[in-house]
């Protein structure tokens, strides 16, 4: 079996973004930057599968600007066997990543996809479900537990009021939710040994895929900002609050 | 040009977020379709009638539709597409499951999670976590929106009268199966419309202590909710997470307790009109979200409050 990891590079999750000061966008310069941490969940969940001996092969994906092939190479330092850049911009839109991806999977054939459910910068939480349609390919998103039985993955959901599983025919596309594993750390030699597996450099025209956008950022602000109130003594203080000030309860 | 809604439902009731959308629809046009997918699901289309502003309930009721799969829906949808301005549904994890899919068979953009209808084709939608609102215009002939529902009113309902109209195509598929669910059930109201939440986090300690929390919210009328490091230590289900990966909530109170505020909670939260907080880490982020605070240990303060209501 061979798995396509698509993964993306976004700010680290630990740092507090500024908006730019022409509302343009998010100011990123000098900002550390990092692999989308359920694009993480996804690369263990793959590898795990090679070593359990369901997958034979992984294939880590990146879209993007030419410094993506640092997270390419931190997921094949995770255990990814290769790796496909595809050179686009940074603010490419997710119908297109989409498209791209589907071309991909024309040419590398992979029984399942695992992509993170949504990027941390964007929030938009598109790109799995489009390749599914563009694919024609069932889709098992917001995953917390993947089986792989009589060919076919079995893949429990995390839904609005509890769980749902769905049993999907191959080859799926699968998107990752927090609880379906805890991501391993890269250890220093697999670092070094990352380097020398194979990163093959594409751009969209190699895929025969034109990138178009539809969308149009007219301006990035901050939202209102909550003041801090005030700090009450005792539990009758707040009741006494919320009943006659805020009028929030009976 | 009339806009479409999809209905969120479990073939006998209305999901409540279903009147947000409606709300958000309205904005784009007047004249606004519901689609109800399912099986037996009659019901619900009478449940719809009465909204304002809806023209039309269109039914597809066929057992092809009964677990409304994502990838059936979409060829549905699609049948009925060329007709709408706009498609809208809940940024719900079913909404969220199947809107991609049709705007990607439309070949168009996807717009998730809006909090404003700014004009037919501009939008404000949260980024990074709801630090930053971009507003984005879309230049595609039709626009597939998912709609964070606790930033716009349920629409009122009225005398008027949709019409229904019954779907008859039925498709098929055998890419996906529905194997089962198991859904919480609970007497409280929708984490996502209840007008009040209390949430607990780590500072519970157990999940025997949640128990502290349905006391007081049996006698407020309030959802539970929990954060992400609650859920990730085992006190509850994951379907309680209030956060930028769980459920986003804006009541008129919420109130945490025992939770520090993280980045990633208060993206969930903050929206809410009164935040309590009960901590007793004075330094603790969630204070500054807060407009009262209670700096107190929760098994103390809980119990007095209980006591008090």
Redesign the interface.
Same mark, same amino acid.
């Given at each position: 079996m061979k798995i396509l990891v698509p993964v993306k590079r976004v700010?680290d999750a630990n740092v507090?973004?500024r908006?730019a000061a022409d509302q343009s966008g998010?100011d990123l310069s000098n900002v550390k930057m990092a692999m989308n941490p359920f694009c993480e969940i996804a690369v263990e969940e793959a590898v795990r599968l090679k070593e359990k001996g369901v997958a034979d092969e992984v294939i880590a994906v990146t879209v993007g600007s030419e410094k993506c092939q640092e997270q390419l190479r931190t997921a094949m330092a995770l255990g990814a066997d290769r790796s496909i850049w595809v050179e686009a911009d940074d603010d490419i839109?997710?119908?297109a990543i989409?498209k791209l991806l589907k071309a991909l999977v024309e040419k590398e054939s992979p029984d399942l996809v695992i992509l993170g459910k /949504?990027s941390?910068?964007?929030? $938009? $939480? /598109?790109? +799995?479900?489009?390749? +599914?349609?563009?694919c024609?390919?069932?889709?098992?998103? &917001?995953a &917390?537990n993947l089986k792989i039985e009589n060919g076919r993955a #079995?893949v429990s959901? *995390?839904?609005?009021?509890?769980?749902?599983?769905?049993?999907?025919?191959l080859p799926?596309i699968v998107t990752t939710?927090?609880?379906l594993n805890e991501p391993r750390y890269a250890k220093l030699p697999d670092i070094m040994k990352a380097k020398k597996k194979p990163l093959e450099s594409l751009i969209p025209a190699d895929l025969g895929v034109s990138v178009t956008k539809?969308?149009?950022?007219? $301006?990035?602000?901050?939202?209102e900002g909550?003041k %801090?109130?005030? #700090?009450? !003594?005792?539990?009758?203080e707040? @009741?006494d609050?919320?009943r006659n000030e %805020?009028k =929030? #309860?009976q | 040009m009339s806009v479409l809604v999809i209905a969120e439902h479990d073939n006998h009731t209305l999901g409540a977020q279903t009147a947000n959308v409606i709300s958000a629809a309205a904005q784009i046009d007047s004249d606004i379709h519901v689609l109800v997918a399912g099986q037996n699901c009659r019901a619900v289309a009478e449940q719809i009638m009465a909204y304002e502003g809806v023209t039309r309930v269109l039914v597809a009721d066929n057992h092809a539709y009964c677990n409304q799969?994502?990838?059936v829906i979409?060829l549905l949808v699609m049948e009925i597409a060329g007709d709408h301005a706009a498609i809208l549904s809940a940024a719900?994890?079913?909404g969220? !499951?199947?809107?991609?899919?049709?705007?990607?068979?439309l070949?168009?953009?996807?717009?998730?999670?809006i909090i404003s209808v700014e004009s037919a084709d501009?939008f404000v939608r949260?980024?990074?976590?709801?630090?930053?609102?971009?507003?984005?215009?879309?230049?595609?002939s039709v626009k597939i929106i998912t709609v964070r529902t606790s930033a716009f009113e349920s629409v009122a309902q009225n005398d008027s009268q949709a019409e229904i109209v019954d779907l008859d195509s039925i498709i098929s598929q055998?890419?996906?199966? &529905?194997?089962?669910?198991? @859904?919480?059930t609970t007497e409280r109201p929708e984490l $996502?419309s209840a007008s009040?939440v209390i949430s607990g986090g780590r500072g519970l300690g157990s999940a025997e202590n949640f128990q502290i929390l349905e006391n007081i919210a049996d006698k407020?009328g309030a959802a539970i909710g929990a954060s992400?490091a609650a859920v990730?230590a085992g006190y509850v +289900?994951? *379907?309680l997470q209030v956060g930028?990966?769980g459920?986003i909530v804006a009541p008129?109170?919420y109130i945490a307790v025992g939770i520090s505020g993280a980045?990633q909670h208060l993206a969930g939260m903050?929206d809410s009109? =009164?935040?309590?907080a009960i901590n007793n880490d004075?330094e603790a982020p969630i &204070?500054?979200?807060?407009?009262?605070?209670?700096?107190?240990d929760l098994f103390e303060?809980l119990p007095?409050?209980e006591t008090?209501?």
């Open positions: 700010v507090k973004v908006v998010i839109e997710p119908l989409a /949504q941390i910068d964007g929030d $938009n $939480n /598109q790109v +799995g479900q489009m390749l +599914g349609a563009l024609n390919m069932p889709q098992g998103t &917001f &917390f #079995i959901r *995390e839904v609005d009021g509890g769980e749902q599983v769905v049993s999907l025919s799926a939710d927090l609880r539809s969308l149009k950022v007219l $301006n990035v602000r901050e939202p909550r %801090a109130g005030v #700090i009450v !003594n005792s539990a009758e707040l @009741l609050k919320l %805020a =929030v #309860i | 799969l994502p990838e979409s719900s994890a079913s969220k !499951n199947l809107m991609p899919r049709i705007a990607a068979l070949d168009v953009a996807q717009i998730s999670d501009t949260p980024i990074y976590a709801g630090n930053a609102l971009a507003t984005v215009q879309s230049s595609d055998d890419l996906s199966e &529905f194997v089962g669910e198991s @859904l919480s $996502n009040v407020l992400r990730d +289900g994951n *379907e930028q990966t459920k008129n109170l980045i903050k009109k =009164v935040i309590v004075p &204070f500054q979200v807060a407009d009262y605070g209670l700096v107190a303060a007095e409050l008090l209501l």
